[in-house]
């Protein structure tokens, strides 16, 4: 049985910038889009990491972003910064929205997290949870996708992430083209994200100027039920929100099935026709998500 949605941040493009860089913070806070993921990981040398932690807490402070929320990508747990990282971005008296943990094999890893965070947020006087975002990049992260996806009450979504996966699974970085070989990790993701209520975000699309690639990749991620993408450029973000925002055709059929059902219900009946089709119960999760969707 799919358990309720409890996340109501839309995530439909999420723009990930290096926090070292001034240049692309700069541009980032002018970026109209649903998120803004300020990367402290993979995209800072070690010799940095310190540097942008310290550019990311102010970015955070000073404000200023056009997005609707902002997050943190952190270092992930185990290596000399992703503790620091937590400790720094959950203690601040002005903090983002979430924090993106990169690298989750297991429940373990959020474990660590939480408790980290439980630390922190007592010690500052927090009383509101910081939410997490697990990002999936590895075998062994896909083979615990269920045990992470219930691992903790902070966690708000489960990323894919395509390149270090790719390089684990040792395909080819630009595999990504080919839709067709991460359909099964796609619907392994999806499910995980379905089963615990929380969302499903794809991960960015890796050619920046592939307008036409990017669009059906969005749109195949849009359409097996994920909430949303990456983007990696501000030139990707108008793809990304359009694919994942539903059509005025698409909410005025989901308010449709609802009306038709409650219809059905209030006369006794599980079913009932509509312009030419049969309709049931099982349909009316589907319109009341794309509703939810398009009130966010």
Excluded at 219 to 232: E, N, Q, S, T
Aim: proline share 4%.
């Amino acid at each position: 049985m799919e358990t309720a949605d409890r996340v109501t941040a839309r995530r439909r493009a999420c723009l990930v910038v290096p926090a070292a860089s001034a240049r692309m913070l700069a541009s980032a806070r002018r970026a109209s889009v649903d998120e803004v993921v300020l990367d402290l990981d993979d995209a800072v040398v070690p010799s940095a990491k310190s540097s942008a932690r310290s550019a990311a807490s102010e970015a955070i402070r000073s404000g200023g972003f056009a997005c609707n929320g902002l997050a943190v990508r952190v270092n992930a747990p185990g290596t000399p910064w992703g503790h620091k990282d937590v400790i720094v971005i959950g203690g601040a008296a002005t903090r983002p929205r979430s924090i993106v943990v990169p690298k989750v094999e297991g429940a373990g890893d959020l474990a660590f997290i939480d408790r980290l965070l439980d630390g922190v947020e007592a010690a500052v006087g927090h009383t509101e949870p910081l939410a997490v975002q697990a990002l999936v990049e590895s075998p062994a992260g896909l083979r615990a996708l269920d045990e992470i996806a219930a691992a903790s009450m902070r966690l708000e979504a489960i990323v894919l992430g395509y390149a270090d996966l790719a390089a684990s699974l040792g395909r080819a970085r630009d595999a990504a083209a080919n839709l067709d070989l991460w359909l099964g990790v796609q619907d392994r993701v999806l499910a995980a994200a379905r089963a615990a209520g929380v969302q499903a975000i794809d991960g960015p699309h890796l050619a920046i100027g592939d307008e036409t690639g990017l669009e059906a990749a969005a749109r195949r991620a849009a359409d097996l039920g994920f909430d949303g993408k990456w983007a990696i450029h501000p030139s990707q973000l108008n793809a990304l929100t359009t694919a994942f925002t539903p059509s005025a055709r698409e909410v005025d059929r989901a308010r449709a099935i609802v009306a038709a059902l409650d219809r059905a219900a209030g006369d006794g009946l599980g079913t009932i026709a509509l312009d030419g089709e049969m309709i049931d119960e099982a349909l009316r999760v589907g319109a009341l998500r794309i509703l939810a969707r398009a009130a966010r």
